[in-house]
T-cell receptor, first 113, second 115 residues
């Protein structure tokens, strides 16, 4: 069966520090991968998605970036965090074809102080 | 473009009350429809889905019917429990080009069930 792993679960980082969040999927190949952010009390914001290795589409081109170095690995990064980067970050994967929903990871709670 | 509109929350109900959370959509093409649930501090979990008109998705006592004529996918449960307290998201999936199906989410409805 397919599983998705996301870590760390919580993170407290100072303003200006770098960020690296990792997401891996097991039990499937060539998944579509997504990074979402959920600010407190708000809905889901799509940040990046990827349909293959090295293919990244950005929806919110701020001080965040994403990479997909391997088929089932998706990394969210920042060189210098801002206070406004605080939130709940969710990774998700999806199989190909119509009718498939997303499977989400358990999320990373990031607090920038 | 694609969009999902769901009723604003928060919704507070007493245990064993009937629940309806309205969801309507606009989409190009023929979307699939989903309801996700998010318990406090957790990621989203797929609750149910429907992929064609008149399909009924169901899970854990929740139901939703794909109504193409009214472009709706309302979530219902006959008798809610305290453990149903969570945020519920309606979503649709449609081809966004080159076979990349992305989900479009509603803003979420927070449900609180009191004993």
């Amino acid at each position: 069966s397919q599983t998705i792993h996301q870590w760390p679960a919580t993170l407290v980082q100072p303003v200006g520090s770098p960020l690296s969040l990792e997401c891996t999927v097991e039990g499937t190949s060539n998944p579509n991968l997504y990074w979402y952010r959920q600010a407190a009390g708000r809905g889901l914001q799509l940040l990046f998605y990827s349909v293959g290795i090295g293919q990244i589409s950005s929806e919110v081109p701020q001080n965040l970036s994403a990479s997909r170095p391997q088929d089932r690995q998706f990394i969210l990064s920042s060189k210098k965090l801002l206070l406004s980067d605080s939130g709940f970050y969710l990774c998700a994967w999806r199989g190909s074809g119509r009718g498939y929903g997303y499977t989400f990871g358990s999320g990373t709670r990031l607090t920038v102080v | 473009g694609n969009s999902v509109t769901q009723m604003e929350g928060p919704v507070t109900l007493s245990e064993e009350a009937f629940l309806t959370i309205n969801c309507t959509y606009t989409a190009t093409g023929y979307p699939s429809l989903f309801w996700y649930v998010q318990y406090p501090g957790e990621g989203l979990q797929l609750l149910l889905k429907a992929t064609k008109a008149d399909d009924k998705g169901s899970n854990k006592g929740f139901e939703a019917t794909y109504r193409k004529e009214t472009t709706s996918f309302h979530l219902e449960k006959g008798s809610v429990q305290v453990s149903d307290s969570a945020v519920y998201f309606c979503a649709l999936s449609a081809d966004s080009g080159a076979g990349s199906y992305q989900l479009t989410f509603g803003k979420g409805t927070k449900l609180s069930v009191i004993p």
